[in-house]
């Protein structure tokens, strides 16, 4: 059932109206002066009932588009909001994946820096045992020079002792020479002794 308008209660009040003429012209006008001020008072009732029907149904619709009209804001909202979450959880998963290849990479290099780090110990022990052994060897050089000085100069000392006796060996060949009979004079003892010492 479709709801009553304004225009509707102008038709009903025409068709009462006509109903009225009716009667007034089958019995007289005396038939419907009571009922008359009663019916125009329900016509009037019921057009400022269906004028407020009309308004309240103009607010309700007004309401139910403004509804209409939040609800597809909100709709579209919450469509934009899943689509940030979606961008977000990209983001973030985008970020945790960096996050994963940077701590790999991390610790790559920390390995490298320690294999690094090894082996310049190594090289430091290295060169380190090598600059022991050099000053080592400078010490055992130095020594080594050291006794072949020492010897040097016992050579020396030896070979000026074996020169001074050849030459004290030489005198006394050269006195014997001279001399046949040596033990006859006390310049052969004296000769003699010298040989000795």
């Not at 009553?4 to 009667?23: C, N, P, R």
Request: charged fraction near 35%.
């Amino acid at each position: 059932m479709s709801e009553l308008t304004v225009v509707d209660v102008h038709g009903i009040a025409a068709d009462i109206g006509e109903e009225l003429k009716k009667q007034i012209e089958d019995y007289g006008s005396e038939a419907v002066t009571d009922l008359m001020p009663l019916i125009i008072r329900v016509l009037e009732q019921l057009e400022s009932c269906v004028r407020t029907l009309e308004t309240r149904s103009g607010e309700s619709e007004e309401g139910k588009e403004r509804i209409s009209v939040l609800m597809n804001e909100n709709a579209k909202k919450t469509a934009e909001i899943a689509r940030l979450k979606a961008e977000v959880n990209k983001v973030e998963q985008a970020w945790r994946e960096e996050s994963k290849e940077l701590l790999e990479e991390i610790t790559e290099i920390q390995s490298e820096n320690e294999t690094i780090k090894g082996i310049l110990q190594t090289r430091d022990g290295i060169a380190n045992r090598e600059k022991l052994a050099e000053r080592q060897e400078i010490q055992m050089i130095t020594k080594l020079k050291e006794a072949v000085d020492r010897q040097r100069d016992q050579l020396r000392a030896k070979d000026n002792e074996i020169q001074q006796r050849l030459q004290d060996a030489d005198a006394v060949s050269l006195y014997l020479s001279v001399n046949p009979h040596p033990q006859k004079t006390m310049k052969y003892n004296k000769g003699y002794k010298m040989l000795m010492q």
